[in-house]
């Protein structure tokens, strides 16, 4: 699939970890918090990567694709948990207010995040609960990224055509969601190498706009 930013774009898709958020440190400290209750060994450095990329089913699904009964404990204690005490480990990217609310006056903006029951208390706990139109997560959908479920879902509830819609990610798991969807996908960070990249999220308004205006001459 050919990635480029539509001449006509209207809905902007942001993934929370990794665009809006630097999320590793409450990722890693929640779901150690999980397994030190079960008695389990804490996340290796491969886990620690995985648990910022996968959803919690899929990150303990992956731990205990052989132990039902862990499996099963690890998901209904990840329920019961408060994710609350973990928000004061997570760090706005810089410009993230400044960055959406000048998104907001050229674009509509969703997010599409593998997270589930953490979102509202995560948009609360940082002012940002009336700021995206739509809100995909787990709960919502029957599969999370890679698949293309939490995309299709904002452009279901948006009314917007893939063809003018785009998504912003930091995984490849985001890339795979993006050209499953049938839209163009814009990397942040430099995870790997895609056509379409920015550094950081204060690039974003400012890379949508000069796309956008070389795709009209």
């Known amino acids: 699939m050919e990635h480029r930013i539509p001449r006509t774009l209207r809905l902007v898709i942001l993934d929370c970890d990794g665009v809006l958020f630097e999320s590793f440190r409450s990722n890693v400290a929640y779901y150690n918090s999980i397994l030190r209750t079960m008695g389990e060994s804490l996340l290796d450095r491969e886990m620690e990567k995985l648990c910022h990329v996968l959803s919690t089913p899929q990150l303990f699904q992956r731990l205990y694709a052989d132990h039902p009964q862990k499996l099963q404990q690890a998901l209904r204690l990840a329920g019961e ?17 400044s960055v959406l609310g000048h998104l907001k006056t050229r674009y509509r903006i969703a997010m599409a995040t593998n997270r589930g029951k953490s979102v509202p208390p995560l948009l609360k706990g940082f002012r940002l609960e009336d700021t995206f139109e739509e809100v995909a997560t787990i709960l919502q959908v029957p599969k999370p990224k890679p698949a ?9 509830k948006t009314g917007v055509p893939c063809r003018e819609a785009v998504y912003v990610g930091d995984m490849e798991n985001d890339l795979a969601a993006a ?12 995870g790997f190498r895609h056509s379409l990249r920015v550094r950081s999220l204060l690039e974003l308004p400012g890379f949508l706009l000069d796309s956008r205006e070389k795709s009209v001459k």
Not at 83 to 89: A, N, T
Not at 179 to 190: Q, S, T, Y
């Open 81 to 97: 948990i408060d994710y609350v005490p973990f928000l004061s480990l997570m760090d706005p990217e810089p410009g993230l207010y």
């Open 148 to 156: 293309p479920d939490l995309l299709l879902h904002c452009l279901s």
């Open 179 to 190: 050209e499953a969807a049938g839209m163009p996908f814009i990397l942040k960070g430099n």
